[in-house]
């Protein structure tokens, strides 16, 4: 691409643009599957070509971009670490927000819109700093990999896993990876807090269910009904308690959390520190066991007839190695005359919290705020991490923000009003700077 002169000065810093450049990428529409993302990721590529860093935009299928770049760093014997986020989101009804979900409003402090916490902030931060770095002729000590990708809300098989599939060679040397919901902060009282940075997390078995049975007129008596067999599995599957499985990531956070606070916790008993963690706790209560939800039911065509078929969907996460487990549990719970599917199937992942790159996002989240406290966490959602794990990488997630103590956080992900304090971004980007650097 060209390299025209950059219309912004030397002296305006990352923490003076990334509210405003998080503003204007909530502006575009990415909502997936409906709003494709190749106005962001040219978007992107342009705010990247203005200060003369050079990307380039791969399509997974029409409209669906994914933009990657490359910062030299000043030590070319060293691996280089990969950053990457996603440019979709989830759906927004407009109708259910206080502000337009794509208006990129900053009122009260923070900005909204959809996207601001899942994950535009963080595209915006590491952009910010990247074209700071470019406008000052600083270089990070290693090659830092830049990818804004495409698909991760639909699981990522039009973004990361088509990028790690078909171009793997744009990543091959990558041995470390940071992306989203990690390196946030969690109040547990005035002066302590805790940095929760993603070591871990579920896996995916996204299900789909079906029963058959005989069809029928709806006035008469019916004992074979696939609606009914199917809502009796569903009822099973919904209301069932999976059993406390304590992985090392966990027991490693409530060791740390216990040695932070003095307490003495028990991490085979969640039900006594969970409630510590705040908002957090509905969070982290999903990854001290499997989860299975029922998420979607279709069937029928009229109230009249009895259907032949009924599907639902499940929504299953399973811990670091407890798949096979998961769904022997599920097969018990549905019973024999009802019909299981994979309609989306993906990894666990999971790493330890130690290493050098450990040890720079912990210091860069001290020296910016002396009374936090680093701590390893497994996620209950999924990234694209499990993507660019299968390329042999370290994967962590770390878009760190300091957050008002009394934020629910964990609501705004794919909830309504989604925002994040426009001062959490400016500390984001100060600890990227410093992790950035010393890394």
Same mark, same amino acid.
């Given at each position: 691409?060209?390299?025209? %002169? ?22 575009? !529409? ?59 989101? +989830?759906?927004?009804? =407009? ?70 599939? !078909? ?14 919901? $990690? ?5 547990? !009282? ?22 058959? #049975? ?43 959390? =216990?040695?932070?606070? $003095? ?21 982290? #209560? ?11 039911? %279709? ?22 190695? %407890? ?11 549905? /019973?024999? /005359? ?5 309609? +989306? ?36 959602? $999924? ?13 962590? #997630? ?29 500390? /984001? ?8 650097? !010393?890394?």
């Amino acid at each position: 691409m060209s390299q025209p %002169q950059s219309s912004v000065t030397a002296d305006v810093t990352a923490q003076d643009e990334v509210a405003g450049l998080l503003g204007e990428l909530i502006r575009i !529409n990415t909502a997936n599957p409906t709003h494709p993302e190749r106005p962001a990721a040219e978007w992107v590529a342009a705010k990247l070509d203005e200060v003369g860093v050079a990307s380039q935009i791969i399509e997974a299928a029409p409209g669906r971009a994914s933009t990657i770049a490359r910062i030299e760093g000043s030590d070319p014997s060293r691996a280089p670490l990969l950053i990457h986020g996603h440019l979709d989101v +989830v759906p927004a009804e =407009a109708s259910e927000w206080s502000v337009d979900p794509f208006g990129g409003e900053i009122r009260d402090g923070y900005l909204w819109g959809r996207g601001a916490v899942d994950m535009k902030d963080m595209d915006a931060m590491t952009l910010a700093l990247v074209r700071e770095w470019a406008r000052t002729g600083r270089k990070p000590p290693r090659d830092v990999v830049l990818a804004f990708v495409s698909d991760e809300e639909a699981g990522g098989r039009l973004g990361a896993h088509y990028l790690v599939d !078909n171009h793997p060679d744009l990543f091959a040397d990558c041995t470390e990876a940071i992306s989203e919901v $990690g390196g946030f902060s969690v109040s547990l !009282n005035e002066s302590t807090r805790l940095y929760l940075i993603q070591t871990a997390e579920k896996g995916i078995n996204w299900l789909r269910l079906r029963a058959t #049975g005989r069809p029928g007129h709806g006035s008469m008596v019916h004992e074979d009904n696939a609606v009914t067999q199917l809502a009796a599995a569903v009822s099973r599957v919904g209301t069932h308690e999976f059993p406390v499985v304590i992985t090392d990531t966990v027991r490693a956070m409530v060791e740390a959390i =216990a040695s932070v606070t $003095g307490m003495e916790l028990d991490p085979d008993s969640p039900e006594d520190w969970l409630p510590k963690l705040g908002g957090m706790a509905r969070m982290i #209560g999903a990854v001290v066991r499997n989860t299975a939800n029922p998420t979607m039911l %279709q069937a029928g065509y009229k109230t009249n007839v009895i259907p032949s078929s009924a599907e639902a969907t499940i929504d299953a996460r399973f811990l670091p190695g %407890q798949q096979d487990e998961l769904l022997a549990q599920i097969d018990d719970l549905i /019973g024999a /005359g009802v019909e299981r599917e994979f309609i +989306v199937q993906d990894i666990a992942v999971e790493t330890s919290f130690d290493g050098a790159l450990v040890e720079a996002m912990s210091a860069a989240l001290r020296a910016e705020d002396p009374g936090g406290h680093p701590v390893p966490y497994l996620m209950s959602g $999924g990234t694209d991490a499990k993507s660019f794990s299968t390329l042999g990488m370290r994967c962590f #997630g770390f878009s760190p923000l300091l957050l008002p103590a009394d934020l629910d956080f964990a609501a705004l992900f794919h909830g309504i009003d989604e925002r994040v304090p426009v001062e959490g971004l400016k500390f /984001g980007v100060r600890v990227l700077d410093r992790l950035l650097t !010393n890394c």
